[in-house]
T-cell receptor, first 114, second 111 residues
Framework: DADVTQTPRNRITKTGKRIMLECSQT?????MYWYRQDPGLGLRLIYY???????NKGEISDGYSVSRQAQAKFSLSLESAIPNQTALYFC?????????????FGPGTRLLVL | DQQVKQNSPSLSVQEGRISILNCDYT??????FLWYKKYPAEGPTFLIS?????DKNEDGRFTVFLNKSAKHLSLHIVPSQPGDSAVYFC??????????FGKGTKLTVNP
């Protein structure tokens, strides 16, 4: 079984709709992250959480919100989706601290906003 | 303001030859660097990393070199194989404990 899972894997929605992307991990890591990937732009950080009570904005948080329901679960919401939020979304986890820098990624969610 | 730069969007090499992927950074606070590999329809996979206290780290066919004075790192793949064809991302970590990614280089290894 995959250590980091994301649901759904693909989603098509319409402008103005609310949508939630979910991430679960079995790695036991405290830190979780949400990124988006756009062609030619690499991965950009949306939100991150270093533990259940910690939520931080990343580079491009406008239009997004997150919820850390448990150590293993971190969800990303688009309150009112717009077409320029069409992208690949990745969740990642890390142990944190010295020696725990490596982030492990989920398989991604491909989102299309019409 | 791009702190991590991969200036070559693509690279094509012959099977068996060396692939060299380059990455430059501007933030002198970065002290840990990682390379990720990404196949289509999959998430990035960690490949190799290096701490700023080292100038070289090797893992099988993959070697990462770090030149701190030039703020440059490179990933060498020897010998290259067709299965290495993927997008490679360079990433850097500093005091903020947030990874900063480059835009990626698409490597194609031709049989």
């Amino acid at each position: 079984d995959a250590d980091v899972t994301q649901t759904p894997r693909n989603r098509i929605t319409k402008t103005g709709k609310r949508i939630m992307l979910e991430c679960s991990q079995t790695k036991g890591h405290d830190r979780m992250y949400w990124y988006r990937q756009d062609p030619g732009l690499g991965l950009r950080l949306i939100y991150y959480s270093f533990d259940v009570k910690d939520i931080n904005k990343g580079e491009i948080s406008d239009g997004y919100s997150v919820s850390r329901q448990a150590q293993a679960k971190f969800s990303l919401s688009l309150e009112s989706a717009i077409p320029n939020q069409t992208a690949l979304y990745f969740c990642a986890t890390s142990e944190g601290g010295q020696g725990g820098e490596t982030q492990y990624f989920g398989p991604g969610t491909r989102l299309l906003v019409l | 303001d791009q702190q991590v730069k991969q200036n070559s969007p693509s690279l094509s090499v012959q099977e068996g030859r060396i692939s060299i992927l380059n990455c430059d950074y501007t933030n002198s606070m970065f002290d840990y660097f990682l390379w990720y590999k990404k196949y289509p329809a999959e998430g990035p996979t960690f490949l190799i990393s290096i701490s700023s206290i080292k100038d070289k780290n090797e893992d099988g066919r993959f070697t990462v070199f770090l030149n701190k004075s030039a703020k440059h790192l490179s990933l060498h793949i020897v010998p290259s194989q067709p299965g290495d064809s993927a997008v490679y991302f360079c990433a850097a970590l500093g005091g903020s404990e947030k990874l900063v990614f480059g835009k990626g280089t698409k490597l194609t290894v031709n049989p």
